[in-house]
């Protein structure tokens, strides 16, 4: 498992996410920032680049242009309008390893929270755009469980006031925040690698792998496409291959890849979910 530093910074590095479709057709744009766990989160009936792109400028016009943006492959977030946007403004967007949700891991957790509330706002005959508002308001001034702060002061440099009774503010200790996030962090990474039996995966440049099939036409259907890739390029889990029947480039998690082995006795499973590990379980 790789884990993220914490920004500098509030708003420097922010990730992006769509939530939906929602009962009525809406969908959600969510918006986390690493540094402070700061939500925003945008309805939207359309979801093009174009409407996402306006919606982004209107919540950088609240709180400035970020220097990193992180966002999966959606035709949204992947065309060629959103790159140029992103260039304009002089944001780094990195785009998510396909089909490893992982990688966005912050707002993908955000969106199940989310998800919670408005599945009980449904269940309850509640109307959900109001339970979501007053889900962000204790969201945004309850203790993060990770820094040990509320997002709205590591973001503002206040505490935002509620219903409850406040203290005034007091300046904020950086270097706190930092160590309870490094060890939050290194306690999950910890937890993850040996849930999932993790160990070194082995896969190098040059190896000829198979690759995870993600929609499989049936039950039977085998795990991996029998087509052959070659392995040219890998940055901890992000590989780059490239076929060779078609000469194709795709990329992929190392989770998601099998080593075809040079010599038919040698025995090589899956790459699990990590910084190079592979699952024992999944080698059976």
Not at 233 to 260: E, M, P, W, Y
Request: glycine share 6%; charged share 30%.
């Amino acid at each position: 498992m790789i884990r993220k530093e914490l920004p500098s910074q509030p708003w420097e590095q922010i990730a992006i996410d769509f939530l939906g479709p929602l009962p009525d057709g809406e969908n959600l744009l969510v918006c986390v920032d690493y540094y402070s766990r700061y939500m925003e989160v945008i309805e939207m009936t359309e979801i093009s680049s174009t409407a996402t792109i306006n919606e982004l400028l209107t919540v950088f016009s609240r709180y400035g242009i970020p220097r990193s943006l992180r966002a999966d492959n959606g035709p949204q977030m992947s065309s060629d309008e959103f790159k140029a946007f992103c260039e304009e403004y002089g944001i780094h967007l990195v785009n998510t390893i396909p089909y490893w949700l992982q990688m966005n891991g912050e707002v993908e957790r955000q969106n199940r929270s989310i998800l919670k509330r408005l599945r009980i706002a449904q269940e309850l005959g509640k109307d959900w755009r109001t339970e979501l508002r007053k889900y962000l308001l204790m969201y945004h001034t309850s203790n993060h469980t990770t820094t040990g702060k509320p997002p709205s002061e590591l973001m503002f440099g206040r505490r935002a006031r509620t219903k409850l009774p406040t203290v005034p503010p007091v300046q904020i200790e950086d270097g706190e925040i930092r160590d309870r996030d490094r060890m939050e962090k290194e306690k999950g990474r910890q937890y993850a690698d040996i849930r999932r039996k993790a160990r070194p995966s082995g896969i190098q440049v040059g190896d000829h792998v198979l690759v995870k099939q993600m929609k499989k036409k049936n039950k039977v259907s085998a795990d991996y496409s029998p087509e052959q890739f070659q392995v040219v390029q890998k940055n901890g889990t992000d590989v780059l291959l490239k076929s060779l029947f078609s000469g194709k480039n795709i990329r992929r998690s190392a989770a998601h890849l099998k080593v075809v082995p040079s010599n038919p006795d040698l025995q090589t499973g899956p790459a699990s979910s990590g910084e190079e590990f592979v699952s024992a379980k999944e080698k059976e």
